[in-house]
Structure formats: C-alpha cells, structure tokens
C-alpha cells in the first residue's frame, strides 16, 4: 500500500476492507497488528471501543472482536493487540498467518467502554491480563492531548514478563507525572527479582495503590472472576458503583444496554439473617451488614481476631450451613474456602448460616 503523504479528510467506513501493515510481537502468543485503509481514510472512534475481524480460518469463516488498542489522536493507523488461548481459533490463526500486506473484512469501531463518555479529573483503570487493550488506548488518548492526565494505572500478571505494554507506560509516565503505573504479580521471574506487589488484587492493595479511589472513575476489564474480586473490594470500601464500568475482553459489548446485569451479591442493613453458633448453641439475628465476628461478639461469644480485616486469618472459622458474603485480604486460601472455612471479621452472613463456634 503506498504511503498517503496528505490523507483524505474522509473517515474510514467498515464497508472497505483494511490492509495488515505491520505484526509487532508483544509476548509469547501475543502480538500487535496494525491496519491502514487502502483509500487512505482516517480512523474516527472512541479510545476503549473495539472492532470486529472476519477471519478465513480452515474449515470456515469466524468472527472475532478485538478491543483497539491504539488511540485516535494517532489517526491514520488503527491496531489491535491480540493474546491466543490454549481454545484460541481465529486468534490462533492471525498469530501464524497474518501478515502484512494481507486484507480483511472488518466491522467497527463499537462499544461503550470509553472514559470520554464518562469525564472526571481522576481516573482509575484496573486490568488483568489482556484486558490491558483498552486501557492502553484511553491512556494514550489522554497522554496526547499534551495536558497533565490524573490517572491511577493498575495491571494485573501471572509474572512481571507478561505484562502487556509494560515498556510503553512506563515511557509515557516517565513523560508526564499524572501517570501513576502499579503491577501486580503472581510469581516473580526466575533470576529477576521482584519489588512490586504479589498476590491477588485486594481492598489493602487499593488503597495503598490509590488513596483517593473515592474520588475517581474506575474502569475495569479482565476476567469475569477478576472483574467481580475488583467490584467486591470496591463495594466494601464504600465507593460509589454508578462511577464503576467494566467490559469483559472475552465478549465486549455493543453498548452499555446490552451489558450483562451485575448480579453481585451486596449486604442490605434492611435485610435480616440468622447465624447459629453450633458449638455454643447460640443463635443471633444480625442485618446482613453485621460480621459473623460481630454478632458472635454481641452474643458473648469469643472468636479469637487480630486484624479483623480479612488479612491475618487469626479469626478463620468452619461454616458448616449457609451463604456468606466474604471479602478477604489474602488471610485465607482457596482450598480453606473449598472445604468450608471463613474468615469471621469480613464475612456477612445471607439468610440462615451455621458456624462451629
């Protein structure tokens, strides 16, 4: 494709075909494919909204959606950022067979999960994994207006070499100071060691990471799992869930109408629920906004607690009946959960639950 020395002022139309330019790898399984239109059109979109690939894979076309990992203030060229799946088919494909000089139909740009939407001073953009992509696009948006961005930029990785992007930032925020990075690890690196955070992210992390997390706009992409762990810790820190906007990488949504409804379960003082100290033989009404640890306190029972939050597991207890809601700080482990324990300091109990106290 030649070089458009001065671009047409008309904007790209997904009813013409775009023309791989460049495949840059990102990771392993993981690279960034650029695109320009043959016509020379520019790119007119939202900074977070993605595009729609019709991939000629063996055995059939496939439809795949790709967050856009590029920025419109950067027009003439538009990119995504994909990482294969061990299940990946159409991802699978662009990895081993796309290659500049390639066309392909493409539909777009869609979506709802922007910022510009969404105006605040301060922002907070928390990502897991690949779910990096729009983040990535609505900081570089913000870094190329040329103002001071007010942002809080948290990433979450298996290990410090799979984050996506990582040079990139760090570029950007060591140009401007309102680009405040946080990465957040599971493991380490082998030989490389690690000073960051480690773990699962968690209430503590975030408000070490972002203190004035009240104060901002948050948004949130990754796995669902992920994306509910997010949404718990900022329930119970108290902020505000109608500044909160997430979109899962796996399936993005055509607009805000279509995104699945958030069925987390939230404590209601308004609701009664009934825990049974089996041990003790002693049962307490509390409103689901009382700890297990409070009720069994209030009942004159004792439940040995240090931190009572969620952090030390001092106060780990067995539940043999019921729900609770449970927010933890890393002070228990998934196999505890599994076989039934809970931490009493940061469990809410829903309806009727029995405990060995």
Not at 75 to 95: E, F
Not at 309 to 330: A, Y
Request: a negative charge.
């Amino acid at each position: 494709m030649k070089d458009i020395a001065h671009p047409s002022n008309i904007f790209w139309q997904d009813d013409e075909p775009l023309e791989c330019v460049s495949v840059i790898p990102e990771l392993a399984n993981t690279a960034t494919f650029t695109f320009r239109a043959p016509s020379g059109a520019l790119f007119d979109f939202k900074p977070g909204q993605f595009l729609t690939l019709e991939l000629p894979v063996p055995g059939g076309t496939v439809h795949r959606t790709y967050t856009i990992s590029s920025s419109p203030s950067r027009p003439r060229s538009i990119s995504i950022t994909v990482k294969a799946q061990a299940d990946s088919i159409g991802t699978r494909w662009m990895l081993d067979h796309l290659e500049p000089g390639m066309r392909l139909k493409v539909t777009g740009p869609a979506g709802w999960f922007t910022h510009t939407d969404f105006p605040s001073d301060k922002y907070l953009f928390i990502s897991a994994g690949s779910g990096i992509t729009p983040m990535m696009s609505m900081t570089t948006w913000m870094f190329d207006l040329g103002t001071e961005p007010d942002i809080v930029f948290v990433n979450c990785a298996r290990r410090p070499s799979e984050i996506i992007f990582r040079q990139r930032l760090e570029h950007m925020a060591s140009r401007v100071p309102g680009i405040d990075l946080h990465w957040i690890v599971k493991a380490a690196d082998r030989f490389a060691p690690w000073t960051g955070y480690r773990g699962q992210i968690n209430q503590l992390m975030l408000g070490l990471m972002a203190p004035d997390y009240l104060e901002r706009e948050v948004f949130c992409c990754g796995p669902e799992p992920f994306m509910q762990t997010v949404r718990e810790a900022l329930q119970g820190l108290g902020y505000d869930m109608d500044r909160y906007h997430q979109e899962n990488f796996q399936a993005p949504t055509p607009n805000e109408a279509e995104a699945p409804a958030l069925d987390d379960i939230v404590p209601d003082e308004d609701t009664s629920a009934e825990i049974t100290f089996a041990t003790s033989g002693v049962t307490a009404r509390v409103a689901q906004t009382d700890t297990v640890l409070a009720a069994a306190k209030a009942s004159g029972l004792n439940i040995p607690s240090g931190c009572t939050f969620g952090i030390c597991g001092t106060c780990k207890i067995r539940k043999t009946e019921g729900d609770v809601h449970m927010v933890h700080n890393g002070g228990i482990s998934e196999d505890d959960i599994a076989e039934g324990y809970i931490l009493a300091c940061c469990s809410n109990p829903i309806g009727k639950v029995t405990v060995e106290v």
